[in-house]
C-alpha cells in the first residue's frame, strides 16, 4: 500500500468504500485532497444511515 497517496480524489465522490472484510461501510461523500503534510480526510456516509432512510421510503424491500 503506497502510504503517500491520497484515500480519495476529485471525482470519487459516490464510490462505495468497502471494508477490510469487503462489506459495503459507506459511499464516499468528500476529501481534503491534499496531504497537510500528513493529514488525508475522506467523509463518507455510512451505510447504515443510507439504509435507513431506504428502508423509510420504501419499506423492508430495501436490500443490498
Not at 13 to 35: K, N, P
Not at 37 to 55: N, R, V
Amino acid at each position: 500500500m503506497d502510504r503517500t497517496a491520497f484515500f480519495s480524489q476529485k471525482g470519487d465522490s459516490g464510490s462505495v468504500i468497502f471494508d477490510l472484510d469487503g462489506r459495503v461501510g459507506g459511499i464516499l461523500d468528500a476529501g481534503t485532497g491534499t496531504c497537510y503534510p500528513s493529514l488525508d480526510l475522506t467523509y463518507l456516509t455510512p451505510i447504515a444511515w443510507i439504509m435507513e432512510d431506504l428502508e423509510a421510503k420504501v419499506g423492508p424491500a430495501a436490500f443490498l
